[in-house]
């Protein structure tokens, strides 16, 4: 296993602990599944600070395989195509459970992920990762991605970037149809 949709986020909304924390989660969850040795690193773009961070730029080169063995891209490249394998069925926890979808209750496919399109770090001054991933407040928000690849907003196919969140505190995530879950990949 090299990727993982968390089962569980930490449940404080958006504040994750900045990139660092939200590392610390993927790690934890993979081991507490068995897997061992490797280095976690969330799917999360920054755009504060002093200089932004790219969600594709954190998590290695590939490839990329579930729990269940299914490789869900081959590059930083395929991920962001439209031939990657993201998808319900393949966008699973780190023990190989389906995350609720669109249409099961609760709804918890609005995925963290503060990135455009190609996993890059927004650049129009706005926020979009609650406050780099330090914010539960219903101020701001976060952009997040459909891992069932279906619902509403701008772009609702879209794993990494369907639209914002209505704010960043734990009940504003899940009044969009998120729970604070975002993806892992092994970087190594």
């Excluded at 900045?18 to 969850?29: I, N, R, S, V």
């Amino acid at each position: 296993m090299s990727f993982f949709l968390t089962s569980v986020g930490p449940g404080d909304g958006a504040r994750l602990g900045g990139l660092e924390g939200a590392d610390a989660h993927c790690t934890k969850l993979a081991e507490a599944a068995g897997s061992s040795g490797k280095t976690w690193r969330a799917y999360l773009s920054t755009s504060g600070g002093y200089e932004a961070v790219n969600a594709r730029d954190r998590i290695g080169d590939g490839p990329w395989f579930n729990a269940n063995g299914v490789q869900v891209a081959a590059d930083v490249d395929d991920l962001h195509s439209d031939d990657n394998k993201l998808s319900k069925e393949n966008s699973i926890s780190e023990s190989g459970e389906e995350i609720n979808g669109r249409g099961d209750d609760p709804n918890r496919h609005d995925i963290l992920t503060g990135s455009d399109l190609m996993g890059m770090a927004f650049t129009d001054g706005e926020d979009h990762s609650c406050a780099d991933w330090t914010s539960n407040s219903s101020e701001g928000s976060a952009q997040v991605g459909h891992h069932d690849r279906t619902g509403g907003g701008a772009n609702p196919t879209s794993w990494n970037n369907a639209h914002a969140s209505r704010g960043c505190g734990q009940a504003d995530l899940q009044g969009t149809g998120g729970d604070g879950l975002f993806y892992c990949f092994a970087a190594d």
